[in-house]
């Protein structure tokens, strides 16, 4: 049974740091990419960041950049998401998501994934 579970969302302060974990189960996670995607209260999802399988090509959305960093941890089927310089407009519900095929490269298209957790919101307060 394919799960991913996320984890490390909570309240903080505006140029605070959260670290969100995705902990994945029941499939080869080192054989997908895997994305972090977002999305706030009335608004669509957005994606925010994806790793291919290797770890080795990375995609950021604009708004993130220099702020946030995607990594994995192969050996123990965790995808990480550190996120420094918070703003109050990276509030949202965070979901982590296994790529539908191996091998691929990543993309920040949500149709492209298949698995998704159940989410892990953020709140940053102004």
């Known amino acids: 049974q394919v799960q991913v579970v996320e984890s490390g969302g909570g309240l903080v302060q505006a140029g605070g740091s959260l670290r969100l974990s995705c902990t994945a189960s029941g499939f080869s996670f080192d054989h997908y990419a895997m994305g972090w995607f977002r999305q706030a209260p009335g608004k669509g999802r957005e994606g925010v960041s994806c790793?291919?399988?290797?770890?080795?090509?990375?995609l950021y959305v604009d708004s993130v950049k220099g702020r946030f960093t995607i990594s994995r941890d192969n050996a123990k089927n965790t995808l990480y998401l550190q996120m420094n310089s918070l703003k109050p407009e990276d509030t949202a519900m965070y979901y982590c998501a296994a790529d539908s095929i191996p091998g691929r490269l990543c993309d920040l298209a949500s149709s492209r994934y298949d698995s998704w957790g159940q989410g892990t919101q953020v709140t940053v307060s102004s």
């Open positions: 790793i291919s399988w290797s770890g080795g090509s990375t």
